[in-house]
């Protein structure tokens, strides 16, 4: 580099550049590339301790402070193959509702602003008993069960929670869907004013998603109203939320308010803005790359390295829901 | 109180360190005391390529703040901005290396970086722009700079690749909010805009007039 100074500098560059200190910096570079190095090195076997799955005494911890309502439940049973359940704080601090912001740790820190009572659900489209009914009138004739579960997120990362809900099969037959009723589709609120962020319009609002009605009749797809014995947590989609656990986490649409039984396959929030990356059926398929990243492998929430993802997320018996398709075209 | 020449370059050199050892010092606090979120090497990660890409920004500033101000330590700490992009751009590589593609199990993890380098475009995109940088980091010293005479001008101009592919690799990771990686991008585009020769030809004339005893002075590029 050559530096030619310009007149009006009073010190020749060199007599600057020779200083002890400037010298002296180098070394410092590399003794600061070796103490972090150390020091990373040494961290990490400390943070593998504070990393590792909490014991399951101290991982529902955050669920008792949350102070939301407890619910009681028929029954309990766990579908994740024995792996082991994420901690609440892992389950309630890193969500995707872009309805309170992109980051993952918004959702938590300003969904405070939704309200889930009063609540109200529209059922509407090809069935005999729609209508327009309250949140708890809705809940209370299902018998509540907890159902742990695993959820694999489009963006290659999963949790594993111990969801409180009913079969969404029981709720789809309370409104008779009638013949024609081939998909139901669901809305997420779009309330400016609980939910300032969606002015920003990153995605086009409200929420929505959709399952070919067989899919929403299979006894794996659960209407959830609760996590960790309690209410859902604003930030986890409150008061109801759809979980299909062989499927993609965007499929599982949060704070519904309207439910529609349609003939003809509806347009789904992610397939519409990214129809090559983002299928309408999302079944968890290692198989089948996102067109940017491998969905071959996933990072659990409490885990450093990376574990195989398991076709229909490993839950085999949903395959028979698309004998004769071909998952690679119908992604 | 004014201050000449040698005190604002103390000053600066070092804000510029605090600067750099701050975000590190915050990781490793994090890090020691379990702070890092749900998804702590997704953390690291993401926060270790933010500064990556500032330092490397930052490098880019050091000479149009030079022209502009007619300081002279915006020259003298431009390499050591730019040794600590690379810097971090080497921790952020070594957080992949070590727990995406698994250091564990090494020829499973070698295999998977030539997958991820050929199918991942992010990731192609990355890994060449830490390409670039390698040799700027290998002959940042006095003596390379001396051996390699006008070649290590024309050498160093790989860092302009080097910031547009950082910042394509920011753009094509993200799922939808753009806003961040496109403000890198803006901000990137003045620094290159301000570099071309109609640019700087504005630029001159403007300085000329505004300093009528300036000597026709070059302004050392890049």
């Known amino acids: 580099m050559l530096i030619r100074v310009a007149p009006e500098f009073p010190i020749a560059s060199s007599e600057i550049t020779s200083e002890p200190v400037f010298q002296d910096r180098r070394r410092f570079l590399a003794q600061m590339g070796l103490a972090t190095a150390g020091l990373a090195l040494s961290a990490c076997s400390d943070a593998k301790e504070a990393l590792k799955p909490a014991p399951a005494a101290a991982a529902g911890d955050g669920a008792e402070k949350s102070g939301l309502a407890t619910l009681e439940v028929s029954k309990k049973t766990e579908m994740a193959g024995g792996e082991k359940v994420c901690s609440y704080d892992d389950i309630t601090q890193?969500?995707?509702?872009?309805?309170?912001?992109?980051?993952?740790?918004?959702?938590?820190?300003y969904s405070s602003t939704l309200k889930p009572r009063p609540w109200s659900v529209t059922v509407e489209g090809e069935c005999d008993a729609p209508g327009v009914l309250g949140i708890d009138d809705l809940i209370k004739p299902q018998a509540l069960e907890e159902r742990i579960y695993r959820m694999r997120c489009v963006e290659a990362?999963?949790?594993?929670?111990?969801?409180?809900?009913?079969?969404?099969?029981?709720?789809i037959k309370r409104f008779k869907p009638n013949s024609k009723a081939k998909f139901v589709q669901f809305f997420t609120l779009a309330d400016p004013v609980q939910m300032p962020m969606i002015k920003r319009a990153v995605l086009p609002y409200p929420y929505r998603e959709a399952l070919r009605i067989d899919?929403?009749?299979?006894?794996?797809?659960?209407?959830?109203?609760?996590?960790?014995?309690?209410?859902?947590?604003?930030q986890n989609g409150a008061p109801l939320r759809l979980i299909t656990p062989w499927k993609y986490g965007f499929k599982g649409v949060k704070s519904i308010v309207k439910i529609r039984f349609v003939e003809t396959q509806p347009e789904t929030t992610w397939n519409q803005l990214g129809p090559d990356e983002y299928g309408f059926y999302a079944?968890?398929?290692?198989?089948?790359?996102?067109?940017?990243?491998?969905?071959?492998?996933?990072?659990?929430?409490?885990?450093?390295?990376?574990?195989?993802?398991?076709?229909?997320?490993?839950?085999?018996?949903v395959a028979s829901l698309y004998a004769g398709m071909d998952l690679r075209k119908n992604y | 109180m004014s201050f000449g020449p040698v005190a604002r370059l103390r000053l600066a050199r070092a804000l510029i360190w605090l600067l750099a050892l701050l975000p590190l010092a915050m990781l490793v606090e994090r890090l020691l005391h379990g702070r890092l979120g749900a998804n702590p090497i997704e953390f690291l990660e993401h926060a270790l390529g933010d500064w990556s890409l500032r330092f490397l920004l930052l490098s880019l500033v050091m000479t149009p703040l030079r022209s502009l101000t007619g300081w002279i330590w915006p020259l003298k700490l431009r390499r050591t901005v730019g040794l600590w992009a690379f810097a971090y751009i080497c921790l952020?590589?070594?957080?992949?290396?070590?727990?995406?593609?698994?250091?564990?199990?090494?020829?499973?993890?070698?295999?998977?970086?030539?997958?991820?380098?050929?199918?991942r475009l992010y990731i192609t995109v990355g890994f060449t722009a830490?390409?670039?940088?390698?040799?700027?980091a290998i002959t940042s010293t006095d003596g390379w700079q001396r051996r390699l005479k006008r070649r290590w001008?024309?050498?160093?101009?790989?860092?302009?690749?080097?910031?547009?592919?950082?910042?394509?690799h920011y753009v094509w990771l993200v799922k939808k909010d753009l806003s961040e990686p496109l403000l890198y991008a803006a901000i990137l585009a003045v620094l290159l805009v301000w570099r071309l020769p109609w640019a700087q030809m504005r630029g001159g004339i403007l300085r000329a007039r505004s300093q009528p005893n300036a000597v026709h002075g070059e302004t050392p590029r890049p």
């Open chain 1, 94 to 109: 890193y969500n995707n509702f872009y309805e309170f912001g992109t980051g993952k740790s918004d959702p938590a820190s």
């Open chain 1, 157 to 171: 990362w999963s949790v594993v929670v111990p969801w409180i809900g009913f079969p969404l099969a029981d709720l």
């Open chain 1, 215 to 234: 899919e929403a009749m299979h006894p794996l797809a659960f209407m959830v109203v609760g996590l960790y014995g309690r209410v859902l947590p604003n």
């Open chain 1, 283 to 317: 079944n968890v398929n290692p198989a089948v790359d996102h067109p940017r990243w491998s969905q071959a492998s996933e990072r659990r929430l409490g885990e450093l390295f990376r574990r195989a993802t398991l076709p229909f997320n490993g839950y085999p018996e």
């Open chain 2, 92 to 119: 952020h590589f070594s957080v992949y290396i070590v727990f995406d593609l698994n250091i564990l199990a090494p020829a499973q993890a070698l295999a998977k970086l030539g997958e991820d380098l050929v199918k």
């Open chain 2, 130 to 136: 830490w390409l670039f940088l390698l040799p700027l």
């Open chain 2, 153 to 168: 001008k024309m050498l160093h101009r790989l860092v302009y690749p080097a910031a547009i592919l950082g910042v394509l």
